[in-house]
């Protein structure tokens, strides 16, 4: 980590988005976290999509729990208003931001201790409601903040720092939150960021409830041999399905592609999703087979990762609710209360 | 002989049954038609925690006078639950009246010789009239409310038209049911003219008050306060103010033009979820409640902690049951008030409002929308079982349609525009309490990040001393000025000047007002201060200062109020002497007269 406060210097032929910000709009305060640790190449992808995505920076509200990576929303998207929850909590208070205003995009940012261990009930509930939302874990198998222990992702047979080894069954999100009836879940790995960052465009553009497992290793804590979540490690053992190029809608579709190498899938909002097929079974509109596919995987030590499901017409939340179309948070006295003469006829029919 | 209890518009009737029997809405047509005829009731449930099968009570108390307290014993018991048979025929005072299902033989010890047994054959009138099981079982119901309400001389037309009320709709239900009605009063026509002494005048003593039970006037507050989120999970008492929430929303809160809701209700997978909903919806802008009750005010505790510190609205209704633990779920107790009022770890003090009966649930519960925006906290709602689930007489409902919400200090897109210094944690007003953004309000000014953990009046994460003391001072300040905005006490002067004082709070209110007057005609004078709210406002401590000794009446076994009292006010505890009450049933006049007629002969 370094002290030194960021200048805010720019140069003047900085890239500018549709909405005219540069990519220094989307930048939040310098990071606190170790030097090379995977959380900030999440951040940096984070910014970058973002940046991209021409979303209007203080349009996302940055929701988290207790932990390293929940710290990191503080390192991005400085014009946005962020929660630092609860450990393990975060779920719960994004979905009442997310119904008091659903006009914002929400970003729940997480990690393994958080969601798979003190908010495991939690992770999934908010799945199982389809709140629309990019939820995405980094994940590295370990405490970081509390130096070292094992989290509940870590794989059976892994090694800690310290050389104790884990006797426990590892839980696997992107399975989770499969079964939970997530309509978009991904998996990445930070390293990779040419992978991640199409993944996190086309989970802001997905209209429900979007979830990404980034495998983060901790340099500090578990980047060791005999971990299962180290750089080394990941970058051997991970297999793609699909890369992903995303298109915020179907006219810039320019390149041709060999018939049967590629898939388009387009979200409701006229985005689309170009899959480059890697693996010519892998189909990501199957959810019983994508579950399937990474626990077989998963047996042979492989780690999947692109995009593993999507259902490009989703149903959130405020749907299953019937909420107005006005966030709710805007509705005034005018439309929620309903007043004397409407009290009297109540009063009467307590009689 | 014991002579028959005698009386017009003066007396309890207690019916026993086994629960899921379908007695309920039959005893309460018989409570509503005695309201209908203008006289005022008070009722009771006294129910266990199960679906079938187990005993459960429902008191009616008759008042002429208007005494809506429970009073204590039983002038006409109607056993119909064998289990219990033993015990509610001991619970009839001295020569009160029992119902007897003679098609059933009185036990072969017989029965006490002071009290009265009225005769009817209620099992076989039904099982003779009627084939299908249900029915029987049900319209036998219908056949001793018909019996009692003609035995007591009451209207039989109120009964009629309650019965045409609740089937409407349900045409073909209204015939047997007033057919068993009938059968009921022709029995005693013929067979028991005269035999009960007990009887229901006409008066016009009910006016214009409205019977309603307090989670459904918390909720109706809660729509008339502006809530547009609710988050709450299943636990008893509360459940039901969640339900009512519902279906008030229904009703007033559709877009009538689009058919969608102005309101969003979540079924939490737990507490911590129910609150950490509310919390994130208070800190988006939206009004946001959760109803719980003690149990689950326990699992909300860190929550609580963080919305108090981060300063973020929200509304919790705590419907209070007996506890510790699972302790009793279908009693009341006044148990919540520490756990409330200091909850979460670290120093926390909490708002609480603590209305006296559904009419003060509703108000307050409008009014703690109000109180969350403008003191950026959580506020309590602290009801009990006896309010929450169990109807009661109270004034009807108010609004004021020039009343506009207080939104609190929130600063606008033009605010931020115009250069407005913006410190989320800046006391600019001296009065404790900071300006807040909501999040997209402007491009580029007035962001901030929300934490639990310190932080500068900035905003910005700090592990200074100063800057978290600085903070924690400021919340004080707030505190402070909470005093000035929540509802004050309610005092009542004796007619005579008076050495001792009276507090109590909540449901005990009704039942205080009846020992007052009792206690006075027995020329003890007392003045009594009802508390509303905690924090205390200043007159709540003068009050207890002008009084040699204050009696504290609660509903619980450790002094909750007592020791907020001490601890907040710096009282002697040697001037507040306690009246407790705990065993789950709601405190009664005849114990509070009681109490404090011999801790005054032991003190003088």
Known sequence: ?351 | MQQPITAINDFVVKFANVNGSGSASANEMFARAILRMGVPIATRNIFPSNIQGLPTWYEVRVSGEGWIGRRGGVDFMVPMNPQTWEKDVAAIDPGGYFLHDSSKPLPRSGIRSDINVISVPLTEMANSRYDNPRDRQLLKNMIYVGVLAALLGMEHAEVEKLVGEQYAGKDRLIKPNLEALGLGRDYVREHLAGACKLSVHRSNRVGERIFVNGNDAAALGAVYGGATVAAWYPITPSTSVAEAFQKHCKKLRVDPDTGKNRFAIVQSEDELSAIGTVIGAGWNGARAFTATSGPGVSLMQEFLGLAYFAEIPAVIIDVQRGGPSTGMPTRTQQADLTICAYASHGDTKHVLLIPEDPGEAFEFSAQSFDLAERLQTPIFVMLDLDIGMNEWLTRPFQWDDERAYDRGKLMSFDDLESGKDFGRYLDVDGDGIPFRTLPGTHPNKGAYFTRGTSRNAYAKYSEEGRDYVGNMQRLLEKFETAKKLVPGPVVHNAKKPAKYGVIHFGSTSPAMAEAQSTLEAQGLHFDTMRIRAFPFSDNVISFINAHEKVFVIEQNRDAQMRMLLINEGAIDPARLVSVLHYDGTPVTARFITAQIAALVKAMS
């Not at chain 1, 390293?191 to 290793?217: C, E, N, R, T």
């Not at chain 1, 405020?318 to 005034?332: D, E, F, I, K, Y």
């Open chain 1, 1 to 351: 980590m370094t002290y030194m406060p960021k200048p805010k210097f720019r140069h003047p032929a900085l890239e500018k988005n549709r909405l005219g910000f540069t990519r220094r709009d989307y930048e939040g305060a310098i990071s606190t976290l170790c030097a090379g640790c995977g959380h900030d190449s999440i951040s940096a992808a984070l910014i970058q999509a973002c940046h991209e995505s021409s979303i209007a920076p203080h349009r996302v509200a940055k929701m988290s729990g207790i932990g390293c990576s929940s710290k990191t929303p503080d390192y991005l998207l400085g014009q946005s208003h962020g929660f630092n929850s609860v450990h393990g909590r975060m779920p719960s208070v994004l979905t009442g931001a997310n119904l008091a205003n659903r006009d914002l995009i929400y970003l729940g940012i997480s990690g393994d201790g958080d969601s798979a261990s003190i908010g495991l009930g939690q992770f999934v509930h908010c799945i199982r409601r389809a709140v629309n939302m990019v939820y995405i874990t980094e994940n590295n198998g370990v405490y970081g903040l509390t130096k070292g222990q094992f989290s509940a992702t870590a794989d059976q047979g892994s090694r800690s720092k310290s050389g104790g080894i884990n006797s426990d069954s590892p839980i696997d999100l992107a399975s989770m939150a499969l079964m939970a009836g997530a309509t978009f879940v991904g998996r990445s790995f930070s390293g990779d960021k040419g992978q991640l960052v199409p993944l996190i465009k086309a989970a802001i553009a997905h209209q429900g409830a979007a979830f990404i497992d980034v495998i983060s290793p901790c340099v500090a804590f578990n980047n060791h041999a005999g971990s299962t979540k180290s750089f080394d490690f990941v970058r051997e053992h991970n297999e793609a399905v699909n890369r992903i190029d995303f298109m915020e809608s179907r006219s810039e579709i320019t390149a041709d592609y060999a018939p049967g190498s590629t898939r388009d899938i387009m979200q409701h909002d006229g985005s689309v999703i170009r899959l480059h097929k890697l693996d010519e079974t892998y189909d990501p509109s199957d959810r019983a087979g994508a579950l399937n596919y990474i626990q077989t995987h998963h047996e042979a030590g492989v780690v999947v990762t692109g995009l593993l499901y999507v259902d490009p017409d989703p149903a959130d939340l405020h749907v299953h609710l019937r909420t107005v179309a006005t966030p709710l948070n805007r509705l005034g006295r005018e439309a929620l209360c309903p007043g004397a003469a409407a009290l009297d006829a109540i009063n009467k029919s307590y009689r």
